[in-house]
């Protein structure tokens, strides 16, 4: 089976702070996507990665930036965590580029900005 | 552009109800098409998927079918049990790159 987990399910972090969200999959796949989830308003996409070290902006980029030095790892930055940065993140991941597959999704990391 | 459009929740039904969470697309190409489901606390697991039109897709007593025609991709289910009490979130992936839309979720909360 494959699993993606990330580091936290809960954080809790004060306005001006930089937040790190890390997720790792063992499962080998090529791509790696960021999500966050509102009431109302699903899950929208942040950033995705078709490789290491590559990155693409999804429908809501600002305020974020993405690492992936590893093929397995895939780090959310909060460069600058605001209040309305407050929201549950979900990392997912999916085999490669071109091909339909599903995408997995870890747990979620609840985070509050205070 | 491309969207997927939900059923608005929340929806409640006694256990051993039918249910029906109604789902259509927007979309440019020839989609695949998938529920996922979260239960509370956790994150989205893939309940079923169809990838090209008049496919069903089946899992769990849940299905769905992949109507071209209506551009739609309604979830169904015959009789449905406390466990079943979750979000579900109907998405479409365009087979460009992988990348997906998904709806705003539609909760269900199923009472004995």
């Known amino acids: 089976d494959v699993k993606v987990t990330q580091s936290s399910r809960y954080l809790v972090k004060r306005t001006g702070e930089k937040v790190f969200l890390e997720c790792v999959q063992d499962?080998?796949?090529?791509?790696m996507f960021w999500y966050r989830q509102d009431p109302g308003l699903g899950l929208r996409l942040i950033y995705f990665?078709?490789?290491?070290?590559?990155?693409e902006k999804g429908d809501i980029p600002e305020g974020y930036s993405v690492s992936r030095e590893k093929k397995e790892r895939f780090s959310l930055i909060l460069e600058s965590a605001s209040t309305n940065q407050t929201s549950m993140y979900l990392c997912?991941?999916?085999?490669?580029?071109?091909?339909?597959?599903?995408?997995?999704f870890g747990p979620g990391t609840r985070l509050t900005v205070l | 552009g491309n969207s997927v459009t939900q059923m608005e929740g929340p929806v409640t039904l006694s256990e051993e109800a039918f249910l029906t969470i109604n789902c259509t697309y927007t979309?440019?190409?020839?989609?695949?098409l998938f529920w996922y489901v979260q239960y509370p606390g956790e994150g989205l697991q893939l309940l079923l998927k169809?990838?090209?039109?008049?496919d069903k897709g089946s899992n769990k007593g849940f299905e769905a079918t992949y109507r071209k025609e209506t551009t739609s991709f309604h979830l169904e289910k015959g009789s449905v049990q406390v466990s079943d009490s979750a979000v579900y979130f109907c998405?479409?992936?365009?087979?460009?790159?992988?990348?997906?839309?998904f709806g705003t979720g539609t909760s269900l909360t199923v009472i004995p």
């Open positions: 997912a991941s999916s085999l490669s580029i071109g091909v339909t597959d599903t995408q997995y």
């Open positions: 499962m080998d796949h090529e791509n």
């Open positions: 990665s078709y490789d290491v070290k590559m990155k």
């Open positions: 979309a440019t190409g020839y989609p695949s």
């Open positions: 169809a990838t090209k039109a008049d």
């Open positions: 998405a479409l992936d365009l087979n460009t790159g992988n990348q997906f839309y």
